[in-house]
């Protein structure tokens, strides 16, 4: 008997166009917005005009019983699905507050059902629409925007907005700021925005700091910001959302400007350096850590900038205009793969930005079945299922290293093994996958042929087109396992995850057989050692293509990275050392972001020079590091933590909380707010900038010994670690510490 799992990609008899795209072809949708109860405004963009059309609009959801809805005294339509899934109602409301009421009243008498919550989902998805069909990202009108203030609390009487900068395109680079009163640039502001008409609004930390702090600055002077395309104010969202990306789940406050979209590169970035690359999200830091900082880039420290708008005024300028540069950086970087899956989803651009992947693969399964007539399943109730597979087979010190990885694993086991959700009955989603897949493969070569050819912006339109398919695609094998899809099967995604293991396991043997040394195993990658006569990138990519030829069909293994050195520590912690000199720390234990600089510093240089085989160096630096803390020469700079405040950090440390508790400044208590802070010599934390050369020196010197400890597997005993990085405290003579045992002694790699 066959798997019911097991499903053809040919067994849907549709066009996987209109799965993929929705069966609308109206282009230039810019945004579409609920007007009134029953209907719908369209925002389109057409050579450079945006025009605006009505549709009409009924709710919906899907039920599992027709009797309490027929009964309504709205009048619903009840339409009666295809199939045999549970959510085999189509009810359709007149209105918005028919449908509310009608929810209302079924949750409280306990009716299963399910609907989407947000009207314009609603719309998109019943209609077949989406937005941006026939554009590119760079005909988005993206207005970025950021703010300094003198104070971080919007209700203090002392704190208030100076300058406002805006950036709308390459043509309008502009700074408003104070002249009269507060009000009246406010109200600017408002009429600047408006003047430029922008579909997106992009800034950094803009649903926790800067639109939040606008809004209340607005209220309190009875200025509203009246941005949206209606004439409307900005709206603040109830409560806190979360934003996924990852593993990371962060809160923001959501905020929403009609028939506008809102980006916070703040997330987005987070998005897109899904491999850890960076240690801070910080806008500064982020583009500097990215190699995109402009020469000549003005920079004014946050606790300077009130001196600075009464002493150097056109120097705060000058920043807040950097600033918003950095944000259209960022964005230009970041934001084009959510804008393509833009196109495919029937989701709002702001919807795609903020939602997570589940939700996303929810909507195009819910369109591509009410589109057919057919019923819905409901989700499997979760379970815990078998992972990938990872694996540590060496520790030490590697020269040269190189990756190889399956292109897409999971998917790649979905598309040719036909492993899909048993209550997939219509067969679309394995189609969705498959083209997906075919059309990431094309972008990528037109991507190829026009950077060959020095077409920067056919490029960059199909580098963002094969971003997007490539995050949408690595979402099909997650949805299987996931917790509110509607379509989701975990015995699926097991079956999965065992033929992926079996996959990896036989590419770490092909190594082997082919002469190489496999060093990590990490889900659907490998570093390894190559052979000594594989040594261009050229040899490297032959010799992947050898170790692939036993793969099964459909399998792509390919050359994932080259380094000069990698330095082996524990599963998924390891220094990478590139060719060109730049080292990469991987894993929690080597890259928090709650590590103070100066240990982080120490780590990044003890990790290079072990791999340099200058263990002396290593050694000294620990010693002077010691030496430097002890002496209080240390600056706050070094010795800095950064923390968010959320639900995990008012929990698990009573001494966070504590700080928090004593802040000045109740906007700096609220969820999401960031925290600068040190230990002070009697335990407890305090402000980085109360800081005066008061640290907690033995907390700092213990802090130094946990950190050397990551390099304890380097080490063949306990004895040798202990003599190499001894415990150190006030003390402790130096002197002696250091002749205890030479590096030279310590015969430490053999």
Same mark, same amino acid.
């Given at each position: 008997?066959?798997? =019911?799992?097991? %499903?053809?990609?040919?067994?849907?008899?549709?066009?996987?166009?209109?799965?993929?795209?929705?069966?609308?072809?109206?282009?230039?949708?810019?945004?579409?917005?609920?007007?009134?109860?029953?209907?719908?405004?369209?925002?389109?963009?057409?050579?450079?005009?945006?025009?605006?059309?009505?549709?009409?609009?009924?709710?919906?959801?899907? &039920?599992?019983?027709?009797? =309490?809805?027929?009964?309504?005294?709205?009048?619903? *339509?009840?339409?009666?699905?295809?199939?045999?899934?549970?959510?085999?109602?189509?009810?359709?409301?007149?209105?918005?507050?028919?449908?509310?009421?009608?929810?209302?009243?079924?949750?409280?008498?306990?009716?299963?059902?399910?609907?989407?919550?947000?009207?314009?989902?609603?719309? %998109?998805?019943?209609?077949?629409?989406?937005?941006?069909?026939?554009?590119?990202?760079?005909?988005?009108?993206?207005?970025?925007?950021?703010?300094?203030?003198?104070?971080?609390?919007?209700?203090?009487?002392?704190?208030?907005?100076?300058?406002?900068?805006?950036?709308?395109?390459?043509?309008?680079?502009?700074?408003?700021?104070?002249?009269?009163?507060?009000?009246?640039?406010? &109200?600017?502001?408002?009429?600047?925005?408006?003047?430029?008409?922008?579909?997106?609004?992009?800034? #950094?930390?803009?649903?926790?700091?800067? %639109?939040?702090?606008?809004?209340?600055?607005? *209220?309190?002077?009875?200025?509203?910001?009246?941005?949206?395309?209606?004439?409307?104010?900005?709206?603040?969202?109830?409560?806190?959302?979360?934003?996924?990306?990852?593993?990371?789940?962060?809160?923001?406050? =959501?905020?929403?400007?009609?028939?506008? #979209?809102?980006?916070?590169?703040?997330?987005?970035?987070?998005?897109?350096?899904?491999?850890?690359?960076?240690?801070?999200?910080?806008?500064?830091?982020?583009?500097?850590?990215?190699?995109?900082?402009?020469?000549?880039?003005?920079?004014?420290?946050?606790?300077?900038?009130?001196?600075?708008?009464?002493?150097?005024?056109?120097?705060?300028?000058?920043?807040?205009?950097?600033?918003?540069?950095?944000?259209?950086?960022?964005?230009?970087?970041?934001?084009?793969?959510?804008?393509?899956?833009?196109?495919?989803?029937?989701?709002?651009?702001?919807?795609?930005?903020?939602?997570?992947?589940?939700?996303?693969?929810?909507?195009?399964?819910?369109?591509?079945?009410?589109? *057919?007539?057919?019923?819905?399943?409901?989700?499997?109730?979760?379970?815990?299922?078998?992972?990938? #597979?990872?694996?540590? %087979?060496?520790?030490?010190?590697?020269?040269?290293?190189?990756?190889? /990885?399956?292109?897409?694993?999971?998917?790649?086991?979905?598309?040719?093994?036909?492993?899909?959700?048993?209550?997939?009955?219509?067969?679309?989603?394995?189609?969705?996958?498959?083209?997906?897949?075919?059309?990431?493969?094309?972008?990528?070569?037109?991507?190829?042929?026009?950077?060959?050819?020095?077409?920067?912006?056919?490029?960059?339109?199909?580098?963002?087109?094969?971003?997007?398919?490539?995050?949408?695609?690595?979402?099909?094998?997650?949805?299987?396992?996931?917790?509110?899809?509607?379509?989701?099967?975990?015995?699926? &995604?097991?079956?999965?995850?065992?033929?992926?293991?079996?996959?990896?396991?036989?590419?770490?043997?092909?190594?082997?057989?082919?002469?190489?040394?496999?060093?990590?195993?990490?889900?659907?990658?490998?570093?390894?050692?190559?052979?000594?006569?594989?040594?261009?990138?050229?040899?490297?990519?032959?010799?992947?293509?050898?170790?692939?030829?036993?793969? =099964?069909?459909?399998?792509?293994?390919?050359?994932?990275?080259?380094?000069?050195?990698?330095? *082996?520590?524990?599963?998924?912690?390891?220094?990478?050392?590139?060719?060109?000199?730049?080292?990469?720390?991987?894993?929690?234990?080597?890259?928090?972001?709650?590590?103070?600089?100066?240990?982080?510093?120490?780590?990044?240089?003890?990790?290079?020079?072990?791999?340099? /085989?200058?263990?002396?160096?290593?050694?000294?630096?620990?010693?002077?590091?010691?030496?430097?803390?002890?002496?209080?020469?240390?600056?706050?700079?070094?010795?800095?933590?950064?923390?968010?405040?959320?639900?995990?950090?008012?929990?698990?440390?009573?001494?966070?909380?504590?700080?928090?508790?004593?802040?000045?400044?109740?906007?700096?208590?609220?969820?999401?707010?960031?925290?600068?802070?040190?230990?002070?010599?009697?335990?407890?934390?305090?402000?980085?900038?109360?800081?005066?050369?008061?640290?907690?020196?033995?907390?700092?010197?213990?802090?130094?010994?946990?950190?050397?400890?990551?390099?304890?597997?380097?080490?063949?005993?306990?004895?040798?670690?202990?003599?190499?990085?001894?415990?150190?405290?006030?003390?402790?003579?130096?002197?002696?510490?250091?002749?205890?045992?030479?590096?030279?002694?310590?015969?430490?790699?053999?």
């Amino acid at each position: 008997m066959t798997d =019911p799992r097991i %499903l053809p990609s040919s067994g849907l008899a549709r066009d996987t166009e209109a799965l993929l795209y929705g069966n609308d072809t109206l282009p230039g949708i810019v945004a579409v917005e609920q007007h009134g109860g029953d209907g719908i405004r369209i925002y389109r963009r057409e050579d450079g005009r945006v025009m605006v059309e009505e549709a009409p609009f009924r709710p919906w959801l899907l &039920a599992e019983r027709v009797e =309490p809805w027929r009964a309504l005294r709205s009048g619903p *339509s009840v339409e009666e699905l295809a199939g045999e899934h549970a959510l085999r109602f189509l009810v359709e409301f007149p209105d918005w507050w028919s449908f509310q009421g009608a929810v209302r009243g079924a949750q409280e008498g306990g009716e299963r059902f399910f609907r989407l919550r947000s009207p314009v989902e609603q719309y %998109l998805v019943r209609s077949g629409r989406t937005l941006f069909k026939g554009m590119v990202f760079g005909d988005l009108r993206r207005l970025q925007i950021d703010i300094e203030t003198t104070g971080f609390n919007p209700r203090d009487p002392e704190s208030q907005v100076i300058v406002v900068a805006l950036r709308c395109g390459d043509a309008v680079e502009e700074v408003l700021h104070l002249e009269t009163t507060e009000a009246d640039l406010l &109200a600017r502001l408002t009429e600047r925005l408006r003047e430029l008409d922008p579909d997106v609004i992009e800034g #950094h930390n803009l649903f926790n700091f800067d %639109l939040p702090f606008l809004v209340a600055r607005a *209220s309190r002077l009875g200025a509203p910001l009246l941005w949206g395309r209606d004439g409307s104010a900005i709206r603040l969202g109830a409560g806190t959302s979360r934003f996924k990306a990852g593993p990371l789940t962060m809160p923001y406050t =959501p905020a929403y400007v009609y028939g506008r #979209h809102i980006i916070d590169t703040y997330q987005q970035i987070q998005r897109y350096d899904i491999g850890g690359r960076l240690s801070s999200y910080g806008l500064k830091p982020a583009v500097e850590e990215l190699g995109l900082t402009r020469p000549g880039r003005e920079f004014v420290p946050g606790e300077e900038i009130r001196h600075v708008w009464r002493g150097d005024r056109d120097r705060l300028l000058r920043y807040a205009l950097d600033d918003v540069r950095d944000v259209a950086v960022l964005s230009d970087l970041a934001t084009p793969t959510e804008f393509y899956q833009s196109q495919l989803l029937p989701r709002a651009f702001q919807a795609v930005a903020t939602g997570g992947p589940g939700e996303k693969l929810n909507d195009l399964m819910l369109r591509a079945y009410l589109m *057919s007539g057919h019923s819905v399943p409901t989700a499997q109730p979760a379970r815990d299922y078998a992972g990938g #597979h990872a694996e540590l %087979l060496e520790t030490g010190p590697f020269w040269p290293v190189v990756k190889c /990885d399956v292109e897409s694993l999971y998917p790649s086991i979905m598309l040719s093994e036909g492993i899909t959700s048993s209550r997939d009955t219509l067969g679309a989603y394995l189609p969705m996958l498959g083209e997906l897949t075919r059309r990431r493969l094309d972008a990528k070569a037109k991507s190829r042929a026009s950077g060959a050819s020095g077409d920067e912006a056919e490029r960059a339109m199909w580098e963002g087109l094969q971003g997007s398919f490539k995050v949408l695609i690595n979402s099909f094998y997650g949805y299987l396992g996931y917790g509110g899809g509607l379509f989701n099967d975990y015995d699926a &995604a097991e079956r999965v995850t065992l033929a992926g293991q079996a996959i990896v396991k036989q590419i770490v043997a092909s190594l082997q057989q082919h002469g190489a040394t496999p060093i990590e195993v990490d889900t659907d990658g490998v570093y390894f050692v190559p052979p000594p006569d594989v040594v261009t990138p050229d040899d490297e990519e032959r010799f992947i293509d050898e170790v692939a030829e036993a793969l =099964p069909s459909g399998i792509r293994l390919g050359h994932d990275g080259r380094y000069a050195g990698m330095l *082996s520590l524990k599963l998924k912690t390891y220094a990478l050392l590139a060719h060109d000199g730049a080292m990469t720390l991987k894993g929690s234990a080597l890259r928090s972001r709650r590590m103070e600089p100066c240990f982080r510093r120490f780590l990044t240089d003890a990790a290079r020079q072990f791999l340099r /085989d200058e263990r002396d160096a290593v050694r000294e630096d620990y010693f002077r590091l010691a030496e430097r803390i002890r002496q209080r020469e240390v600056i706050a700079d070094e010795i800095v933590q950064r923390g968010m405040i959320n639900d995990e950090t008012l929990a698990k440390f009573p001494r966070l909380q504590r700080l928090i508790a004593r802040l000045p400044n109740p906007a700096m208590r609220r969820a999401g707010s960031r925290l600068e802070f040190y230990e002070r010599q009697d335990g407890e934390l305090g402000l980085i900038e109360e800081w005066d050369h008061d640290e907690n020196s033995a907390y700092l010197l213990r802090r130094l010994r946990e950190v050397a400890e990551r390099f304890r597997a380097l080490f063949a005993s306990a004895s040798e670690f202990d003599a190499f990085f001894p415990a150190i405290s006030a003390r402790t003579d130096l002197a002696v510490a250091r002749q205890q045992e030479t590096v030279e002694q310590l015969g430490l790699f053999g």
